[in-house]
Structures are given as structure tokens and as C-alpha cells.
């Protein structure tokens, strides 16, 4: 797996019969569990939590989100903007986002039907033990802004 955020692109294609999405490089290479996240309201801000040793893979199953992902090692440092990886996912684009260990991640939902699905490298117990937060810093939210 790579140490960087990487995104993984899939495609749609359509016929008669309807669409078929897919992210055919995406090969669940190491997942041992997921979990599906939906907000309450669009707009809504989850941000930000990281863990030193797990990874995830983040995809949009239905709606878009704003997802921000940085370093672990670099929250200290000035200027944090600077360090911030920002993606766009929507469900109409299929892909799939790679968040490897060592990076804080959050997310704000676009639509009132966003869900969010996430496929961790870890299992429940040893996420646990490998939990760090920080606040959401909302400045990072406001649109154009990283």
C-alpha cells in the first residue's frame, strides 16, 4: 500500500438496460472491516480523526463530500493550509480514495443523501487503540480554500 493519499479512479458506463459504476484498481488489499456514515443534514462537518497504524479506503456510494486528508506528522507545523490534500467524491464519479496511516481525515457532506463508506485496514479493537482527534478547524471548510 502506498504512504501517500492516493485516488483511485474507477468509471460508468451505461446501455439499454441502465449503469454499471466500478473502481476496478481497487483490490481491498488488506480490509478487514467497513462502516457506512451518513449525516444529518448536508453540509454537516466529521474532521478530524487519524490513526498512526490503520489505513482506509473511502468511497461515495451516494451524493458527494468534501474529503481532506494530512499528514500526522505536519499539524504542528505552519502553515497547515499548505498540507492539506483536498478531494471532491461523488457517486455520479466513482472512486475510491486511499487514506494511509499517519494522516488526520474529515469529511463535510454536499447533498442531504450523502453516505460515505469506508473500508478499514484494522479491525475494531486495534482502531481503537490507535485513535487520534483534533477540532475541525473551519477554516479549512470554507469553499476555495485548499
Request: glycine share 8%.
Given at each position: 500500500?502506498?504512504?501517500?493519499?492516493?485516488?483511485?479512479l474507477?468509471?460508468?458506463?451505461?446501455?439499454?438496460?441502465?449503469?454499471?459504476?466500478?473502481?476496478?484498481?481497487?483490490?481491498?488489499?488488506?480490509?478487514?472491516?467497513?462502516?457506512?456514515?451518513?449525516?444529518?443534514?448536508?453540509?454537516?462537518?466529521?474532521?478530524?480523526?487519524?490513526?498512526?497504524?490503520?489505513?482506509?479506503?473511502?468511497?461515495?456510494?451516494?451524493?458527494?463530500?468534501?474529503?481532506?486528508?494530512?499528514?500526522?506528522?505536519?499539524?504542528?507545523?505552519?502553515?497547515?493550509?499548505?498540507?492539506?490534500h483536498?478531494?471532491?467524491?461523488?457517486?455520479?464519479?466513482?472512486?475510491?480514495?486511499?487514506?494511509?496511516?499517519?494522516?488526520f481525515?474529515?469529511?463535510?457532506?454536499?447533498?442531504?443523501?450523502?453516505?460515505?463508506?469506508?473500508?478499514?485496514?484494522?479491525?475494531l479493537?486495534?482502531?481503537?487503540?490507535?485513535?487520534y482527534?483534533?477540532?475541525?478547524?473551519?477554516?479549512?471548510?470554507?469553499?476555495?480554500?485548499?
Amino acid at each position: 500500500m502506498q504512504n501517500t493519499p492516493k485516488l483511485l479512479l474507477g468509471n460508468k458506463v451505461f446501455d439499454d438496460r441502465g449503469s454499471v459504476g466500478f473502481v476496478n484498481d481497487f483490490d481491498f488489499e488488506g480490509v478487514k472491516r467497513f462502516y457506512l456514515v451518513q449525516n444529518h443534514e448536508p453540509g454537516f462537518i466529521r474532521a478530524f480523526h487519524g490513526h498512526k497504524k490503520e489505513g482506509k479506503y473511502v468511497t461515495v456510494v451516494s451524493g458527494a463530500a468534501i474529503i481532506k486528508v494530512m499528514s500526522m506528522e505536519i499539524w504542528n507545523e505552519s502553515p497547515v493550509e499548505e498540507n492539506i490534500h483536498t478531494f471532491v467524491l461523488s457517486a455520479e464519479k466513482p472512486q475510491v480514495l486511499w487514506i494511509p496511516p499517519g494522516y488526520f481525515n474529515g469529511f463535510k457532506t454536499m447533498s442531504v443523501d450523502t453516505r460515505v463508506m469506508f473500508f478499514s485496514t484494522a479491525t475494531l479493537e486495534e482502531s481503537r487503540g490507535d485513535d487520534y482527534r483534533i477540532e475541525h478547524c473551519p477554516n479549512l471548510w470554507i469553499p476555495n480554500y485548499r
